[in-house]
């Protein structure tokens, strides 16, 4: 099958493109660094998107970003572009969508949540319809090489003494190997499996500083020192993480993290077949270079 990946040059979006291909299937990406690109910014109409459809079977969309940032509104990437990028699927008759979406939407009414679930819906309402079979997938925090809240982690993990929220200590997530993701995502693209919402995270659920602290373990270093920042502090920095582009701690992510970002653990074993890693041995996924 052809199977089009959009933000298929991104993060998870690379690691489905690989998974896809291991299947033996034709991936085509579809991004603003592909050929011929495509501005998502651009892109919100059916019509628009019905040439990049021409002769594909299944669509993947695995476009996201954290905030919004110059050229990257998320009212557009992640709501009006894609039910665009949907309506045209409906109308070519492409049965299969995949969107890629994350866990804890439905309880956020951050920018980030509330522009992603109205996607989701208005993706689940088309398949409530009988004009496409779709399959939202919602995972916790995905680690891997490349990924922004994974460098965070990282270079926390290398630190002797740390100063970190509160919201860190008390919130849970469930991180999952990106190639793991990857993997179940590219099968749900190719299988008869059912559609409907797939929550999918890691094994055990962890705090973030507990999560951090094995990270450190990992790394065969010594227990940090850990002191809880003040909550005003806490604010204060992610408000000046709101200025800087490329840093995922800011007023966004503090908002995410007041909620637990977990899920049935047996969902993700289940969809590969197999125990997936665990946060104790997230570390040796990455390749020896990162």
Not at 112 to 118: D, H, I, V
Not at 179 to 187: F, I, K, N
Not at 208 to 217: D, T, V
Request: hydrophobic share 45%; net charge neutral; aromatic share 4%.
């Amino acid at each position: 099958m052809r199977i089009l990946i959009c933000g298929g040059t991104g993060f998870l979006g690379r690691h489905i493109v690989n998974a896809v291909a291991q299947l033996e299937h034709d991936p085509v990406v579809l991004s603003r660094h592909s050929s011929p690109p495509l501005d998502f910014a651009q892109a919100t109409s059916p019509e628009q998107w019905l040439p990049h459809l021409q002769s594909i079977d299944v669509v993947i969309n695995a476009v996201g970003a954290l905030r919004d940032q110059p050229g990257q509104n998320l009212q557009t990437l992640h709501t009006a572009a894609p039910m665009a990028l949907f309506d045209a699927c409906a109308q070519l008759g492409i049965q299969r969508v995949v969107q890629i979406s994350a866990l804890g939407v439905e309880q956020s009414e951050t920018r980030y949540a509330s522009t992603k679930r109205a996607a989701d819906e208005h993706l689940l309402a088309l398949g409530a319809a009988g004009r496409l079979n779709p399959v939202v997938v919602r995972p916790s925090v995905i680690f891997g090489a490349g990924g922004a809240s994974s460098k965070l982690f990282l270079n926390l993990a290398k630190l002797p003494a740390l100063l970190l929220p509160q919201l860190m200590q008390d919130s849970f997530i469930q991180p999952v190997a990106v190639r793991e993701l990857a993997e179940v995502v590219a099968r749900m693209a190719t299988a008869a499996t059912p559609g409907g919402v797939i929550e999918i995270g890691g094994p055990e659920p962890i705090s973030i500083e507990r999560f951090i602290a094995s990270l450190r373990a990992q790394m065969k270093y010594g227990p940090a020192s850990v002191r809880t920042l003040p909550s005003w502090l806490s604010s204060s920095s992610a408000k000046l993480g709101d200025h800087i582009p490329w840093l995922p701690w800011c007023s966004e992510t503090m908002a995410l993290l007041e909620n637990n970002n977990v899920t049935n653990p047996q969902n993700l074993a289940n969809l590969l077949g197999r125990a997936a890693t665990a946060p104790g041995q997230l570390l040796s996924t990455l390749p020896k270079h990162a």
